[in-house]
């Protein structure tokens, strides 16, 4: 589920810190250079998801987050509030994968960005049928955040989305 995804180091909480580290090694492992205008980006998305769980919660916004904080209050969000909170992280999670800048995720960026994450190539291949779901054989920006929603809003431990950042 998304708090494992981005809980990289496995200490159970996550601070702005951790935040910071999780955006840099995934840049890093798409090769990306961190402090890239993509990089930075998904940064700020990053940090807006995890201020608005906080915010969502009641607390300053750069709190550690717990699974069950984020099981709490992904869970009483409503569709409107999962998207604002997700969309600006997944918006630049699609530039940082979307490498030739064209506007779609093509199968090989695709598949770069799972294989850097440690995923195999069948399961980056079915993934990728399941997200395009008009089959034209790219990712659309609309196709992707259907998928983000979904991550962040699926607090199950195993679901479908599973592979948005990898780590599970
Ligand atoms: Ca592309
Ligand atoms: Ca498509």
Same mark, same amino acid.
């Given at each position: *589920?998304?708090? @494992?995804? *981005?809980? %990289?180091?496995? =200490?159970?909480? #996550?601070? /702005?810190?951790?935040?910071?580290?999780?955006?840099d090694e995934l840049a890093s492992s798409l090769g990306v250079d961190p402090r890239s205008a993509d990089?930075? !980006?998904?940064?700020?998305?990053?940090?807006h998801l995890? !201020?608005? #769980? @906080? =915010? =969502? #919660? +009641?607390? /300053?916004?750069?709190?550690?987050i717990t699974e069950k904080d984020y099981v709490q209050a992904a869970e009483s969000m409503s569709t409107a509030e999962i998207r604002a909170m997700v969309d600006p992280y997944v918006d630049g999670l699609f530039e940082l994968i979307d490498t030739d800048d064209d506007g779609s995720i093509t199968a090989d960026e695709f598949a770069h960005h799972q294989t850097a994450l440690g995923i195999d190539q069948d399961r980056a291949t079915e993934a990728f049928s399941s997200l395009d779901?008009? %089959?034209?054989?790219? #990712? +659309?920006?609309?196709?992707?955040? =259907?998928?983000g929603r979904q991550f962040y809003q699926d607090t199950a431990s195993d679901s479908a989305a599973d592979n948005l950042t990898g780590r599970v």
């Open positions: *589920m998304a708090f @494992n995804a *981005m809980d %990289g180091s496995g =200490k159970g909480r #996550l601070g /702005p810190q951790d935040v910071d580290r999780v955006v990089a930075e !980006a998904f940064r700020r998305g990053a940090r995890h !201020a608005s #769980l @906080n =915010k =969502k #919660l +009641g607390r /300053p916004e750069s709190t550690e779901s008009n %089959g034209d054989g790219k #990712l +659309g920006k609309e196709e992707f955040r =259907k998928y």
